[in-house]
């Protein structure tokens, strides 16, 4: 079956410009997960999403962040005014439930020049 | 204290070797528990699932350790191919925060 498909696999973006990258989660999966991962570092949580519940945003960094999931399936994870420090790799997972196990895209590979 | 805590390593150990890395956690309310591994710059992927005391795949075995909150694998017969980094990732249920919260990492080379 279809595994989590995030897009764009690549974006390169210019400084102050925003960005907007796009996770398609697994059919039936009510829990998504946005995490960001800077080179050589382990995974920092963003946000997530359960069901109709409002959203864990402790994660996001700046309000230059914002995250929405439309009709509980695709989530489009935004970010504006983008500053160099941005650059990234965003990975986007989803699990059938909270807490159980979560199967990840390939990830959006950001680079702010 | 870090919330999931792993050793960085690398661990540098020769083909068909055994290791073992250990991830301690503060306190959580989990009844399951994750190990993923990670190939260079590439997504993580699911290794195993964590319930009760333990689960074994293999060579690969994970245990848990609720009253010393940790988590160990162990892999016996190291293949090359099992190099990679190893990710414990614990959810944290009783804070309601950040579900799935994974550790920093330890890397295994495995080498011929």
């Known amino acids: 079956g279809a595994g989590v498909s995030q897009s764009p696999s690549n974006k390169v973006t210019e400084k102050g410009k925003d960005v907007e990258l796009r996770c398609d989660p697994i059919s039936g999966h009510t829990a998504l997960y946005w995490y960001r991962q800077s080179l050589g570092q382990g995974l920092e949580f963003l946000i997530y999403?359960?069901?109709?519940?409002?959203?864990?945003k402790s994660g996001l960094p700046s309000d230059r962040f914002s995250a929405e999931r439309t009709g509980g399936s695709v989530s489009t994870l935004t970010i504006q005014r983008t500053q160099q420090e941005d650059s990234a790799v965003y990975l986007c997972?989803?699990?059938?439930?909270?807490?159980?196990?979560?199967?990840f895209g390939q990830g959006t590979r950001l680079t702010v020049v | 204290r870090k919330e999931v805590e792993q050793d960085p390593g690398p661990f540098n150990v020769p083909e068909g070797a055994t290791v073992a890395f250990n991830c301690t956690y503060s306190?959580?309310?989990?009844?399951?528990f994750f190990w993923y591994r990670q190939d260079c710059r590439k997504e993580p992927k699911l290794l195993m699932s964590?319930?009760?005391s333990g689960n074994e795949d293999g060579r690969f075995t994970a245990q848990l350790n609720r009253a010393s909150q940790y988590i160990s694998l162990l892999i016996r017969d190291s293949k090359l191919s099992d190099s990679a980094t190893y990710l414990c990732v614990v959810p944290f249920l009783d804070t309601g925060r950040r579900a799935l919260t994974f550790g920093s990492g330890t890397r295994l080379q495995v080498q011929p």
């Open positions: 997972a989803s699990s059938h439930k909270m807490n159980t196990e979560a199967f």
């Open positions: 964590v319930y009760s």
């Open positions: 306190n959580s309310a989990s009844q399951s």
């Open positions: 999403f359960q069901g109709n519940s409002a959203p864990d």
